[in-house]
């Protein structure tokens, strides 16, 4: 795991090795562990590196093969890079490391642009051919490890933030105007390639961009699961194999040079993974689990449930208790480590437990994406009975935090659009070939893009911001893959995550399986009050946000008279939202 970024030139002139070098810095938290930087005229590659596999400088980077004309910055864990290192000597290939880095400058000498279909794991990466000039960039197919993109005419800049590329210079800051309306609709989620700075895209999950020395370029998308019913299985059967392949996957995230831990909730998900790890004779395995002050009658932990789970299965247990004097500071570091906005409360609990558990291990297991592929969230139920032909409408009034009419009334006449670019998205993405059912496709629309921009990335910018590794065995994507194909309704059998629940049995406490959903609980922002209310009005009274005028007047002032009572669809507190979208356009300078 680490940072990257690049600068390619397509118009004669050298690729700018000082604006690679002043994005380094904004990487340094991703990449504790060492920097490096490699000009080949037209392009420019830097990395920051985290140790976790080949803590040798074999493993460094930039790396470069001149036997084969390639050099490599990439960003990730490559789970089967053993075996495919093996499969490759096969083929006549030798190694001077034995890093999962150096095997993928291997498999793409030997498969090019298709050696993404052999890596199982989490990358980003970017590939120069020496001789060509061409250069491929890749992600991972469920986009759990990030690549920004800043293009202008005869030169693309990337990074594994966003923040990186705004450090470089010569980036339209201008706000995207659809990710706006995307932010204030979609759960505050801004599907790729967009992102809510106008000069700055993102490469979407599962996809190849191949470019040319001349800057031409062509994209493809190499995978997407299959929300067909190709197998027929009884609900046994499907809670078997669903089961067997979770083994697989949190056994396939063990990999690594260093200690592995798990970030314990108390809830199904990690508890599940630290039960698997235990069947698989794990011993000594080191779990950590958050908890606030309560706050409003809101308890601000679960420890009754991790603390359970940590007994049983015998885990060198760490309970991490946040007092009001962490959490004020922590919120401004927070939004620091944002690459893009993200509104969800989980970041500051994200973010305060990767700085403590970094002090303990470098890699951490979590279970994040459960719910996105098992259909554990509330708005997947009212869509079970919905014909196919309702479906947009049925799912944005569950989903949606607002509809059109109400944010032509909240946002700014100026910044308003003429056309709701957020029901446009979604009925276009319910309106592709496959997913038969309602659930099918809110389930596809949440797997590629909700999750993506939201639970994903925000596990990845706060591990990320204290050097931790973390991998979600989860979005492994053979999982992803037998759970897109498994009915619907097995899914939302037992309340969400019937299948899943049904895997557990006999592994987990029931006491686990069959407690309420719960969240990662922080009172102090679901209930702004005291010095939380202060920094939120401070943001929105700002000079810039002044300026900026993104909301109406009256509508900020209503919030701050009320801070606790306007509430989103899903129960998101609407004066956050609205603050934690300024608080990070200051904090970058916009």
């Not at 053993?82 to 890093?99: A, I, K, M, N, P």
């Not at 993928?104 to 990358?123: E, N, P, Q, S, T």
């Not at 908890?291 to 309970?319: C, R, V």
């Not at 919030?559 to 998101?572: F, K, Q, S, V």
């Amino acid at each position: 795991m680490c940072g990257i970024a690049g600068e390619l030139r397509f118009d004669q002139r050298p690729a700018d090795a000082d604006a690679v070098r002043a994005m380094l810095p904004c990487l340094e938290s991703r990449g504790p562990d060492g920097e490096g930087l490699e000009t080949r005229g037209a392009v420019v590659l830097g990395h920051r590196r985290l140790k976790i596999i080949d803590l040798s400088d074999a493993g460094r980077q930039p790396m470069t093969d001149d036997e084969l004309g390639l050099t490599l910055v990439f960003n990730g864990c490559i789970y089967n890079y053993q075996q495919l290192r093996d499969e490759l000597r096969g083929y006549g290939y030798t190694f001077f490391s034995t890093s999962d880095t150096e095997v993928i400058l291997k498999a793409y000498h030997r498969w090019g642009a298709g050696c993404v279909d052999h890596f199982l794991g989490m990358f980003a990466f970017a590939i120069v051919e020496h001789g060509s000039g061409t250069v491929m960039l890749a992600r991972d197919r469920l986009g759990i490890k990030p690549l920004y993109l800043a293009e202008t005419p005869g030169r693309l800049r990337f990074a594994s933030t966003l923040p990186a590329l705004l450090a470089a210079g010569d980036v339209d800051t201008s706000l995207d105007r659809v990710a706006l309306q995307h932010y204030m609709t979609f759960h505050s989620v801004v599907p790729a390639p967009r992102t809510i700075v106008a000069g700055v895209r993102k490469l979407p999950p599962a996809t190849v961009r191949v470019i040319k020395a001349d800057g031409t370029s062509t994209e493809r998308v190499y995978w997407e699961a299959g929300f067909t019913r190709a197998r027929d299985l009884s609900s046994e059967e499907w809670a078997h194999e669903v089961g067997q392949k979770l083994r697989v996957a949190v056994e396939r995230r063990m990999v690594a040079d260093v200690p592995v831990g798990v970030l314990l909730s108390g809830g199904l998900d990690s508890s599940l993974i630290v039960a698997l790890l235990a069947e698989q004779g794990q011993r000594g395995l080191t779990t950590f689990s958050i908890g606030f002050e309560a706050a409003a009658g809101e308890q601000g932990d679960e420890f009754a449930y991790s603390d359970l789970i940590a007994k049983q299965f015998d885990t060198e247990h760490h309970q991490i208790r946040i007092g009001r004097d962490r959490f004020l500071p922590a919120v401004t570091r927070t939004v620091a480590a944002m690459s893009e906005p993200m509104v969800s409360h989980d970041c500051v609990a994200f973010n305060l437990l990767s700085e403590d558990v970094s002090q303990h291990v470098k890699v951490v297991q979590s279970g994040q994406g459960a719910d996105e592929i098992f259909a554990g969230y509330s708005w997947y139920p009212p869509l079970a009975n919905v014909p196919r032909d309702g479906a947009v409408t049925a799912y944005a009034a569950e989903f949606f935090d607002r509809d059109f009419e109400t944010l032509s009334r909240q946002l700014s006449p100026s910044w308003m659009l003429a056309t709701d670019e957020s029901r446009v998205f979604v009925e276009t993405n319910f309106g592709r070939a496959g997913a038969t059912t309602s659930v099918d496709a809110a389930l596809r629309l949440d797997s590629q893009v909700m999750l993506v921009d939201d639970p994903v990335k925000r596990v990845d910018n706060m591990t990320m911001a204290w050097g931790l590794e973390a991998r979600v065995p989860f979005l492994d994507h053979e999982l992803v893959e037998l759970a897109a194909a498994c009915p619907p309704e097995l899914k939302l059998a037992s309340g969400g995550k019937g299948v899943l629940k049904d895997a557990a049995r006999g592994v987990v406490p029931d006491e686990v399986i069959d407690r309420t959903k719960g969240y990662f609980p922080v009172p102090a922002i679901r209930h702004l009050e005291g010095p939380m209310l202060d920094l939120v009005r401070d943001a929105l009274y700002a000079p810039q946000a002044r300026t900026r005028g993104l909301f109406r007047p009256e509508y900020v002032d209503a919030l701050l008279a009320d801070p606790n009572t306007p509430r989103t669809t899903l129960g998101a507190n609407q004066l956050w939202q609205l603050a934690l979208l300024e608080m990070w356009l200051q904090d970058k300078g916009i």
